[in-house]
């Protein structure tokens, strides 16, 4: 049988000691000193030193191991070394959000892929997913427009994208903040798709466009119900009779300027590279993409495409497939209405 480790018990007052088991129980005399304890008339402890040491040793590195893994769970909620946590409770303080009396709940991604910030509210729940490429200024700003989204909700206002309600609330958070914060945040870039210019409200996403024979589009395709001024919007700017009559007036080829908000979808959910084999069309849309420039304008970017003779119909199943079909990306969707639209304007070569 394996003899038991010992250490010294020592007394505080008189410094004698005597060898005892690490853990004896608590009657045993290794844990008392007896001569000071009959001199006091109490029992007086002794202490084991070497424990005591191990013992603060163990609970600095527990301490540091917690202080680690409260880093490690910290630094998902950090972004250019802002506390999102934090952002997001000084913006509860803001006037516009004061009617809410609980913070919604909050959880966040970062993504080592996208290159942009989303986010999504619903009933009481924030989420955001982090491109790893965005700016503090836009990750605010799209925090305060899902905070907006959750604000009318609970007040029980109209919270959609395209309501006025939502719209003031939402542009009023972002003004509000940039008083008490030195990041600012722009309502041009994250306020409400339908703000005081309306200018990313779906049901005003309409482009009129007027397409005769002279445009170059055959008889054969030609109608007088397209020969009349139609509306290029939600429910048609993927439509396969549209783009019949666009490759048509564009058969020769055309350059396009694709705003940056339909080019990154576009991107991340349709550009990438395919066998020829398995889809010919998308495979060659992915050359024609990876040749693009991109080139600024104003405060953001466009992505110029040159789309040689008969490929203009390869950007319609892009647009479908990136854009369309995602509920989530008003922004980008009312930015590829507004593109077909200014292609449906363009004459042909």
């Given at each position: 049988m394996a003899k038991t480790k010992q250490v010294r018990w020592t007394c505080s007052q008189c410094g004698k000691g005597a060898l005892g088991p690490m853990r004896p129980r608590m009657e045993n005399v290794v844990r008392y000193c007896l001569v000071c304890s009959k001199r006091e008339g109490v029992l007086v402890k002794r202490s084991a030193p070497s424990l005591e040491k191990r013992a603060a040793q163990s609970a600095e590195k527990a301490k540091a191991r917690a202080k680690a893994k409260q880093a490690q769970l910290d630094a998902k909620w950090m972004h250019e070394g802002v506390d999102l946590r934090k952002v997001l409770n000084r913006a509860m303080r803001l006037s516009s959000a004061k009617g809410m009396k609980r913070r919604p709940e909050f959880t966040i991604a970062h993504s080592k892929t996208k290159v942009y910030t989303t986010g999504r509210a619903s009933g009481g729940r924030i989420h955001l997913t982090v491109g790893h490429d965005t700016t503090i200024n836009y990750?605010?700003?799209?925090?305060?427009?899902?905070?907006?989204?959750e604000v009318c909700y609970y007040l029980g206002e109209d919270w959609n994208d395209s309501s006025t309600k939502f719209s003031k609330r939402c542009h009023d958070l972002h003004d509000e903040w940039n008083v008490i914060s030195d990041i600012k945040v722009c309502d041009r870039v994250t306020g409400a798709y339908a703000g005081r210019s309306k200018r990313l409200d779906l049901s005003k996403a309409t482009v009129p466009i007027r397409i005769s024979q002279r445009d170059g589009v055959p008889p054969a395709i030609f109608t007088e119900r397209v020969a009349t001024t139609q509306l290029v919007n939600e429910e048609n700017y993927v439509g396969k009779g549209l783009w019949q009559i666009i490759s048509a007036m564009h058969a020769?080829?055309?350059?396009?300027?694709?705003?940056?908000?339909?080019?990154?979808?576009?991107?991340?959910?349709?550009?990438?590279?395919?066998?020829?084999?398995?889809?010919?069309?998308?495979?060659?849309?992915?050359?024609?993409?990876?040749?693009?420039?991109?080139?600024?304008?104003?405060?953001?970017?466009?992505a110029v495409v040159d789309f040689g003779p008969g490929e203009i119909g390869l950007l319609r199943e892009a647009i479908e497939w990136g854009i369309a079909d995602w509920d989530d990306e008003p922004a980008a969707k009312a930015a590829a209405i507004r593109l077909v639209g200014k292609i449906a304007n363009t004459k042909g070569k």
């Open positions: 990750v605010i700003g799209v925090l305060l427009h899902e905070l907006a989204h020769k080829g055309l350059t396009v300027a694709i705003p940056g908000a339909a080019a990154t979808e576009i991107s991340f959910r349709y550009a990438e590279t395919v066998s020829e084999e398995s889809s010919p069309e998308r495979h060659r849309f992915a050359e024609i993409w990876e040749a693009r420039k991109i080139v600024k304008r104003g405060r953001g970017t466009q």
